[in-house]
């Protein structure tokens, strides 16, 4: 059964920095295309990035919220996907999910109901 496993949220000053996790089991990660969405309080839920699977090059996408700010990033061996996160704005506060699926679509993917993480708490403030 694939399960995604999201770690490495909390709280930060603006200007700092996190690492998410986005760790796998039951299934090879680098085979997908894992995106990292986020969903802020009152708002949408927003694909933020996404890396494709090895197969295609793991090319990465970002969005333009993020671009130049975030790195999307995938360890085979630790079949974990990593989020580094630059320098923080308060407007980044949100729930961080990663989720699996075929193909990345710009800088999501689309993921059925069953390959997403549970999420994990992003806090930026001072």
């Known amino acids: 059964q694939l399960q995604l496993v999201e770690s490495g949220g909390g709280l930060v000053q603006p200007g700092g920095s996190l690492r998410l996790s986005c760790a796998a089991s039951?299934?090879?990660?680098?085979?997908?295309?894992i995106g990292w969405f986020r969903q802020a309080p009152g708002k949408a839920l927003e694909g933020i990035s996404c890396?494709?699977?090895?197969?295609?090059?793991?090319?990465?996408y970002y969005a333009d919220s993020v671009k130049g700010r975030f790195t999307i990033s995938r360890d085979n061996g630790k079949n974990t996907v990593f989020l580094q996160m630059n320098s923080l704005k308060p407007e980044d506060t949100a729930v961080y999910y990663c989720?699996?699926?075929?193909?990345?679509?710009?800088?999501?993917?689309?993921?059925?109901?069953?390959?997403w993480g549970q999420g994990t708490q992003v806090t930026v403030s001072s």
């Open positions: 890396i494709s699977g090895s197969s295609r090059d793991d090319s990465t």
């Open positions: 989720a699996a699926g075929p193909v990345c679509v710009y800088h999501t993917v689309v993921a059925r109901d069953d390959n």
């Open positions: 039951g299934f090879t990660l680098s085979t997908y295309a």
